[in-house]
């Protein structure tokens, strides 16, 4: 059972950055592990995977909106997924959750729906 805890959310304006950081309690060992958000006002519409990448060996992967301005990265002594947004656009607004998944469960890095574990999500607010 892995558990996830993220932090970091804040408002910024817009062409600021912010660092949001996730937590892993339990073995992340041979995971995938990402990044994931969900535009308010927009219960009904399915997460959008951000960015997301491996434990073993590091791979990484973004979608196209954010490719250039956001990083994800890792500090595996201290169990803790980390997304560096720069360049920050009013269209990032949203609720930023993470997530994990053992690599023998993904198909696909950035689908919302391969991915068991879940934090509670840190919120992201980017005025113009």
């Known amino acids: 059972q892995v558990q996830l805890a993220e932090s970091g959310g804040g408002s910024v304006q817009a062409g600021g950055s912010l660092k949001l950081s996730c937590a892993a309690s339990g073995d992340t060992i041979n995971y995938y592990m990402g990044w994931f958000r969900q535009a308010p006002g927009n219960p009904g519409k399915e997460r959008e995977g951000?960015?997301?990448?491996?434990?073993?060996?590091?791979?990484?992967y973004y979608t196209d909106s954010v490719k250039d301005r956001f990083t994800i990265s890792r500090d595996s002594a201290k169990n803790t997924l980390y997304l560096q947004m720069d360049s920050l656009k009013p269209e990032d607004t949203a609720m930023y959750y993470c997530?994990?998944?053992?690599?023998?469960?993904?198909?696909?890095?950035?689908?919302?729906?391969?991915?068991?574990?879940w934090g509670q999500g840190t919120q992201v607010t980017v005025s113009s």
């Open positions: 951000v960015a997301a990448m491996t434990t073993y060996d590091d791979k990484t």
């Open positions: 997530a994990a998944a053992p690599w023998t469960i993904i198909t696909r890095a950035l689908s919302w729906s391969e991915y068991p574990y």
